[in-house]
């Protein structure tokens, strides 16, 4: 399998998982812990870029390298471009349901005649769509910015260690 085919896969793959870390976090903040939903929903962010970062750098984009310089960097760029995407989104979804852009996808699927509620629940059309281009963005972001040099950082600490 090609690198960059792999490395495609595997960022679906651990982003998944980092939704299912988002969620299943804030369902316990709020459940158990009985924090309120604008911090159950900040502390449960917090968690899924801290895992989305450890599953990036070692499996997604193969990061090998710990040094304090290389982490820092790596950790300030990562923190940074979701930080960027996250104000995008909440600015986003909210645009486009002004827009009505969800009553187009409303209509078809009363046309089709599911009733499953969560289909009509609002801005779930605008969310979905928007959730998708802020995926793909934080990709390029993470390719383009944080796991860029990768080799190089590997090779010098490799040297460094000598």
């Known amino acids: 399998m090609k690198k960059t085919a792999k490395e495609i896969i595997m960022y679906f793959v651990f982003g998944l998982l980092t939704t299912v870390v988002s969620w299943g976090t804030y369902t316990l903040f709020v459940n158990v812990c009985k924090m309120s939903v604008f911090f159950a929903n900040l502390v449960s962010w917090v968690c899924a870029v801290a895992f989305a970062y450890i599953t990036n750098k070692l499996w997604v984009f193969e990061s090998k390298s710990w040094s304090p310089t290389v982490l820092l960097k790596e950790i ?87």
Do not use: M, W
């Open 76 to 162: 300030g760029t990562f923190v940074a471009s979701r930080g960027v995407t996250g104000v995008i989104e909440i600015v986003t979804v909210p645009l486009l349901v002004k827009t009505t852009f969800d009553n187009l996808f409303y209509n078809i699927i009363e046309k089709i005649g599911l009733s499953i509620q969560i289909l009509f629940t609002d801005g779930i059309y605008s969310k979905i769509v928007v959730s998708f281009i802020i995926v793909v963005l934080n990709y390029v972001f993470s390719k383009l910015f944080v796991f860029k040099n990768k080799k190089d950082d590997n090779k010098k600490e490799d040297t460094e260690e000598i």
